[in-house]
Structures are given as C-alpha cells and as structure tokens.
C-alpha cells in the first residue's frame, strides 16, 4: 500500500461524530477500496471507525510501528475488518499500514504431506494449530517493523498451496500499523486434560488415540507464542455460536465458486457442503476453545449477532 501525505493528527482532533459524519457524507471511496457496496458499509462505520481512531491513537502515543492482531471464526468479517481499517488509517491519519493474515502463512501442501507422514494423517488438511509456518510468519511480521522491503506471503485457497515467493506483493518499511488477522490470533493452549475424550466423529473415528489434537495443542503451547507475542492490541469478533461459523464460511465457499467460474478458472478445490463439514470438524474443538476464552484475553471486542450485523463494541482497555 502507498503511504499518503497526510497528517495522522489531522484524524486524531476529530471527534468520533465528526468523523463519522465525514465518512458518511462520502463512503465511495472507501467503498471501493474494500470492494464492498455502500449500503454494507455503511452499518459497519459506527463501529469500525472508533476503532481505527483508538488504533490510530495508539500508535501516536507510541511513535513505532503497532502491531494489532484481529481474531474471530471463519467468516465472522476479519478480512473486511482490516482492510476498513487500513483503508481509513491510511487516508484519514496518513499511516503506512501493512495486513497479514495468518491463512498466508500455511505450510505448503509438500510441507503438510510431510507432517501427515510423520506425525498423523490429518495434518494434511489445513486449518488447525500446527499447520502454519511459525518462522516465517515472526519473520515476516519483524521485518514489517523494520526500514526496507518485506514480501507478504500468500497462499491461495482453491489450490491448497502457497503462491511461488516471486509473486508475493513486496511492501517497504518501517510500517506505522500491521494488522494481522486470523483464527489463532493470541489463542492459549487448550488444558490437557480436557483433550482426552474425543469432541467430534472426525476425532472419535480417526484420531481415537488423540495423536493429531494433541499434536497441535502442543504447537499452540510451545509455537505460536512466538507469533502472537508481536500484537500489542487483541481486537476479537464474537459470534453466537458454531452454527453461524458453519453457515457464514459456506457463503464464503460458495461465492469462491463463483469468482473462480467467472473466470474460467478450476474449481475442483472449492469445498460442497459434504466436503465443507468435514474441514469444519477438523477445528471445530480448537475453534470452540477461542470463542469461550479470547473475549476475556481480547482488548477490544465487536459483537455480531445471527445475520452477521455488528451490533455492540467494546473499546480497547
């Protein structure tokens, strides 16, 4: 993203109704930047722009860069959410901000065959703590904070594969603001005990013994720390409960669908629904654990409610 001229006080000194109201009067940019059509941006605005202001805030008061995690289940809006943010941080306090999103740092497919050869056959479906490559996302995330260019990762869905380095976007810092979203976001371990019984028929029928759950309850443990240390601020989005996961991460697949055949493209990847239950049974413990304990670790929270509207917010602590 291109750093603008702008002076990031110029958003600061403006009350939060002042500067919703500036938005409101003129959304279209913002609009496109985000891809979203006005009238569903419009109703996230209240919410979202208070939150870019205390971001905003933040990292005026710390004059480095800010690193800020973005946790919620799948299809809760975390994507959405950044590029908002960025989108306003940029424009309206004339911050350099930079987004990663922990789905771009998967092992590669060779790397998760390799896992499941070595470790337990489920590995080789992405998603669960363990799957990622911690390294690379620390790497990734100092080097964001530090003068010089930082290629992003990026993984693309529909081929279960990371994209040839050669094709990652390239972004010059020091950023102002990196927002890293994703499942995980500052997740604790789940207590052991807790793993002994089997939570669903995908680990009562192939992971009887608990090999695979405990497997990446450990890296949660004794990896991803590393990782999460890096976010300063927590923003969790909290949904109702697992059955709107399951229904908003469908519509998510079947608009994959079609982008993918609107373009001609393959679509032998994208999930039907018998193949979407399975992956969901594959987090549906790890998925489960956060949404009962990241709202207490959380430093702001937006609340969504069944039809996917943001309805309450918490402002960071």
């Known amino acids: 993203m291109v750093r603008p001229k702008s002076d990031h006080r110029r958003m600061l000194l403006k009350d939060e109704r002042a500067l919703l109201g500036e938005v409101l009067a003129d959304p279209g940019w913002l609009a496109d930047v985000c891809e979203l059509p006005a009238a569903t941006l419009r109703p996230l605005l209240p919410y979202y722009l208070p939150l870019a202001r205390d971001i905003a805030q933040r990292r005026s008061a710390t004059n480095s860069s800010l690193l800020v995690g973005v946790q919620g289940p799948q299809g809760a809006g975390k994507s959405t959410l950044v590029k908002i943010l960025a989108a306003v941080l940029e424009r309206l306090a004339g911050l350099q901000v930079a987004l990663l999103s922990i789905d771009d740092i998967y092992l590669t497919r060779a790397q998760r065959r390799a896992l499941a050869e070595r470790v337990h056959p489920l590995f080789i479906t992405r998603g669960v703590p363990g799957t990622h490559d911690i390294p690379l996302g620390v790497e990734v995330l100092e080097s964001l904070t530090r003068s010089g260019p930082t290629a992003i990762p990026r993984f693309d869905k529909a081929m279960d594969d990371r994209i040839p380095e050669a094709n990652w976007p390239v972004v010059r810092g020091p950023c102002d603001v990196v927002l890293f979203e994703g499942l995980w976001i500052g997740l604790p371990p789940i207590p052991p005990s807790q793993l002994d019984r089997p939570f669903n028929a995908l680990e009562e029928h192939e992971d009887a013994d608990g090999t695979w759950r405990r497997h990446s309850n450990d890296a949660l443990a004794t990896e991803y720390p590393s990782l999460f240390a890096r976010c300063e ?85």
């Open 233 to 317: 601020l927590l923003v969790h989005l909290q949904v109702p409960d697992f059955a709107c996961v399951r229904r908003w991460r469908s519509d998510a697949e079947h608009k994959l669908r079609a982008r993918l055949e609107a373009r001609g493209a393959d679509t032998s990847r994208v999930m039907d629904e018998a193949a979407l239950g399975r992956f969901f049974a594959h987090y549906e413990r790890f998925t489960a654990h956060a949404m009962a304990t990241l709202p207490d670790r959380a430093d702001a929270i937006l609340r969504l409610d069944r039809d996917h509207r943001v309805v309450e917010s918490t402002r960071f602590r």
